[in-house]
């Protein structure tokens, strides 16, 4: 019953480690799309995920187009400040990919136009902040998929 998390282009590597420890948390499979802000044997990603870097089910992509190609028959969710549902309305399934966008941008227009019909967001009840860390937002999607799935 995986889920796939997915981070096209991470700019912090403490986010993505925090990330791949919660995707092994988790049962999860992690999928790193680049250009990445860091270097892949940066030490605070292997820091952010301790030693259980090496346990952990990654998959690597030389670029987005390279990720959607590869990943053209997957069922996707997409989330994004620009989503007009929310998180817990995901339709959770076995193998479903998460994707997640930059840190400092999120995901492109380019993608969230051409999968408006499934971009979600994670409500925030502050007109104070933009959004949430990345490495949170993920363990909110994720946890909240986990809960439906073992429903």
Request: no cysteine.
């Amino acid at each position: 019953m995986p889920l796939n998390i997915v981070l096209i282009e991470p700019e912090i590597p403490n986010n993505t480690g925090n990330i791949g420890r919660l995707a092994l948390a988790s049962g999860s499979r992690l999928h790193l799309v680049k250009p990445f802000g860091f270097e892949i044997t940066d030490s605070r990603l292997k820091r952010a995920g301790l030693d259980y870097w090496q346990h952990l089910e990654v998959t690597y992509y030389e670029s987005t187009e390279a990720f959607f190609n590869e990943n053209k028959n997957a069922k996707m969710a997409f989330l994004s400040s620009k989503g007009t549902e929310n998180h817990w309305d995901i339709p959770f399934e076995d193998n479903l990919f998460l994707i997640f966008g930059k840190e400092s941008a999120g995901l492109s227009n380019l993608i969230t136009e051409k999968h408006s019909n499934s971009v979600y967001k994670i409500p925030l009840f502050s007109n104070h902040i933009r959004s949430l860390n990345l490495a949170n937002a993920v363990s909110i999607v994720v946890y909240e998929g986990l809960r439906k799935l073992n429903a």
